[in-house]
């Protein structure tokens, strides 16, 4: 494992990641029913909220006092997870006063999110996925680090259960929150 950084920055020119096609086939998709444990320690199933919900995914929160898997910083897109989970924080009230509640998902267990959720003063919910239930039945894009799968970073709009719309490749990581509130302005659901 490698030495850990701030892991409220970004390193300097981080690798940017490009669009695969790894997420084309979500848009439009109806969510399976997908119980995932959240950090408020009820069983969330995204599937069965009414409304809009921002659901966005995230490989692995670093903490300060754990060393981050080894070449981190070298895998495009891997780096930012606490500054999105902080920007998502920061635009939260202005993403409710747009109908849409938040949620963080990632393969980490729910202690881990806990800390995280708690250290970082998230207003919202995170949601583990360690067994990558969710991330396999809607075919998410994932990658390997440090003998881990982890869900690449995307972000979906979900309206009743169905993925209005995808952010994917997202990056920069802190800016994702500010581009989702502009698309439910502009774009979102209602607005056609």
Same mark, same amino acid.
């Given at each position: ?11 300097q ?6 669009d ?6 979500l848009?439009g998709t109806t969510?399976?029913?997908v ?9 969330v199933?995204?599937?069965e909220l009414?409304?809009i919900?921002v659901?966005y995914c995230y490989?692995?929160?670093g ?9 981190w910083?070298?895998i495009?897109?891997?780096?930012g997870c606490?500054p /999105?989970?902080? %920007?998502?924080?920061?635009? !939260?009230?202005?993403l409710e006063? +747009? *109908?849409?509640r938040? =949620?963080?998902i990632s393969t980490?267990?729910?202690e881990y /999110?806990?800390? %995280?959720?708690e250290?970082l !003063?998230l207003?919202?919910?995170l +949601? *583990?996925?360690?067994? =990558?239930a ?10 390997e %680090?440090d003998?881990?799968t982890?869900?690449?970073?995307l972000? +979906?709009v979900?309206v009743?259960?169905?993925i209005l719309k995808?952010?994917y490749?997202?990056f920069p990581?802190?800016?994702n929150?500010?581009?989702?509130a ?5 774009e979102g659901?209602?607005?056609?």
């Amino acid at each position: 494992m490698a030495k850990t950084q701030n892991t409220n920055d970004l390193p300097q020119d981080p690798p940017i990641p490009e669009d695969d096609g790894a997420a084309d086939h979500l848009p439009g998709t109806t969510l399976p029913s997908v119980p995932l444990a959240g950090t408020s320690g009820e069983r969330v199933d995204i599937s069965e909220l009414s409304g809009i919900s921002v659901a966005y995914c995230y490989p692995m929160t670093g903490r300060p006092d754990m060393e981050l898997p080894e070449g981190w910083d070298d895998i495009p897109g891997a780096r930012g997870c606490t500054p /999105q989970s902080c %920007a998502f924080r920061d635009h !939260h009230q202005e993403l409710e006063s +747009l *109908g849409a509640r938040v =949620l963080g998902i990632s393969t980490q267990g729910t202690e881990y /999110q806990r800390e %995280a959720a708690e250290r970082l !003063h998230l207003p919202y919910e995170l +949601l *583990g996925d360690g067994e =990558l239930a969710f991330a396999k039945a809607l075919n998410l894009p994932t990658f390997e %680090a440090d003998g881990m799968t982890l869900i690449k970073r995307l972000t +979906l709009v979900i309206v009743d259960g169905r993925i209005l719309k995808v952010f994917y490749p997202v990056f920069p990581p802190d800016a994702n929150a500010a581009e989702v509130a502009a698309w439910l302005r502009g774009e979102g659901p209602g607005k056609d």
